[in-house]
T-cell receptor, first 113, second 112 residues
Framework: GESVGLHLPTLSVQEGDNSIINCAYS??????FIWYKQESGKGPQFIID?????DKRQGQRVTVLLNKTVKHLSLQIAATQPGDSAVYFC????????????FGSGTRLLVRP | DGGITQSPKYLFRKEGQNVTLSCEQN?????MYWYRQDPGQGLRLIYY???????QKGDIAEGYSVSREKKESFPLTVTSAQKNPTAFYLC???????????FGDGTRLSIL
């Protein structure tokens, strides 16, 4: 079945460096993608989203890139800070679901001081 | 502040017991969702509701039940038929046809 997965389960970066978290998706018909951040013991927090008619979208210190040719999604965090340490999930919404999010298993980001 | 409130934060269940997890939102969202999260894994959809008095099964509905009598409330009951209920349960909501989903801070359910 369709699924959203992540290449790296854990990513360790130095404070101040840029982080890149990757995600592969299998449903080429997916219309909408979201990145969430989840801190320990809390619910996922929305970071940024992107629609399938876009290749790139920027927020504050974060950028999401979408490559539909290879079905790949990435989250770039500039000047990574200790507060960025968390688990990051990508999620997709297939065109035929409207409401249902399909989540990947997550990548843990560790920021070294 | 507007948001989603889940209670309790921690819950313990005895064998053969049903327990109910509360989820309340004051965001005026039409749609609400329940997810289950196991350690080191992503979220799996249990049930969702797009409108009051209507709800649909998600991917792992067996052993769970829900009701949607009010727009702002979507309680989840973990029944005794759910043999492996230990998990982190997350409630979410959004406007119909609109994303992203907003999440509460979860209830952690354990077995005594």
């Amino acid at each position: 079945g369709e699924s959203v997965g992540l290449h790296l389960p854990t990513l360790s970066v130095q404070e101040g460096d840029n982080s890149i978290i990757n995600c592969a998706y299998s449903n080429s018909a997916s219309d909408y993608f979201i990145w969430y951040k989840q801190e320990s013991g809390k619910g996922p927090q929305f970071i940024i989203d992107i629609r399938s008619n876009m290749d790139k979208r920027q927020g504050q210190r974060v950028t999401v890139l979408l490559n539909k040719t290879v079905k790949h999604l990435s989250l770039q965090i500039a000047a990574t800070q200790p507060g960025d340490s968390a688990v990051y999930f990508c999620a997709e919404i297939p065109l035929d679901s409207s409401y249902k999010l399909i989540f990947g298993s997550g990548t843990r980001l560790l920021v070294r001081p | 502040d507007g948001g989603i409130t889940q209670s309790p934060k921690y819950l313990f269940r005895k064998e053969g017991q049903n327990v109910t997890l509360s989820c309340e939102q004051n965001l005026n969202h039409d749609a609400m969702y329940w997810y289950r999260q196991d350690p080191g894994q992503g979220l799996r959809l249990i049930y969702y509701s797009q409108i009051v008095n209507d709800f649909q099964k998600g991917d792992i509905a067996e052993g769970y039940s829900v009701s949607r009598e009010k727009k702002e409330s979507f309680p989840l009951t973990v029944t005794s038929a759910q043999k492996n209920p230990t998990a982190f349960y997350l409630c979410a909501s959004n406007h119909r046809g609109g994303q992203p989903q907003h999440f509460g801070d979860g209830t952690r359910l354990s077995i005594l």
